[in-house]
């Protein structure tokens, strides 16, 4: 069993649309990050949360210790917004453990 | 410097070859990990440094790997013997303590033929 599951692995969606990618996790952590892979691209961190909410432009990432389970939320969805989501979890030894990504892509 | 700089970006070896990998973290930053990328997949855990010692090097797949980082800074990932599974993007990311600012390099892309 993976430490960190993504779901779904793959999402399409039409411009504009609401999209939310979940994630959970069964180690205990002391972080959990969000990442963006272009394709052929470097990897790019989004959020790093360890409780709450965050916010940054149309992406808003959430997260709830007690159920190990975070989301990413995507506003107004824009075909550049087509990417790899991925989901890490930075465990209390600091050692990181990563999803299997969700593949998203936006059609104009 | 600005970013996490890896060199080479693209490196072509022969197999049974020794390479060596570097990255250049993000400068005071002391956390420093190297993860290995095959196509389709999310990386995978190699090594990571806090400081200049291998705080856990359970990710490394056998012998043939080693990573250095002598003064703190600067980490090189060693692959001896290199063989075509061998083959893959090698990530390096750096971070201040307990992930902050945790930021990727664009990786090195292995090909052994």
């Known amino acids: 069993k993976n430490e960190v599951e993504q779901s779904p692995q793959n999402l399409t969606a039409q411009e504009g649309e609401f999209i939310t990618i979940n994630c959970s996790y069964s180690v205990g952590i002391s972080a959990l990050h969000w990442l963006q892979q272009h394709p052929g691209g470097g990897i790019v961190s989004l959020f790093m949360l360890s409780s709450g909410k965050k916010k940054h432009g149309r992406l808003i990432a959430t997260i709830n210790i007690q159920e190990k389970h975070s989301s990413l939320h995507i506003t107004a969805s824009h075909p550049r917004d087509s990417a790899v989501y991925i989901c890490a979890v930075s465990g209390t030894g600091n050692q990181f453990y990563f999803g299997t990504g969700t593949s998203l892509t936006v059609i104009p | 410097g600005a970013g996490v700089s890896q060199t080479p970006s693209n490196k072509v070896t022969e197999k049974g070859k020794y390479v060596e990998l570097r990255c250049d973290p993000i400068s005071g930053h002391t956390a420093l990990y190297w993860y290995r990328q095959s196509l389709g997949q999310g990386p995978e855990f190699l090594i990571y440094f806090q400081g200049t010692g291998a705080a856990d090097d359970s990710g490394l797949p056998n012998d043939r790997f080693f990573a250095v980082r002598p003064e703190g800074s600067v980490s090189t990932l060693k692959i001896q013997r290199t063989e075509r599974g061998d083959s893959a993007v090698y990530l390096c990311?750096?971070?201040?303590?307990?992930?902050?600012?945790?930021?990727f390099g664009s990786g090195t892309r292995l090909t052994v033929v």
């Open positions: 990311a750096s971070s201040l303590l307990n992930g902050l600012g945790y930021t």
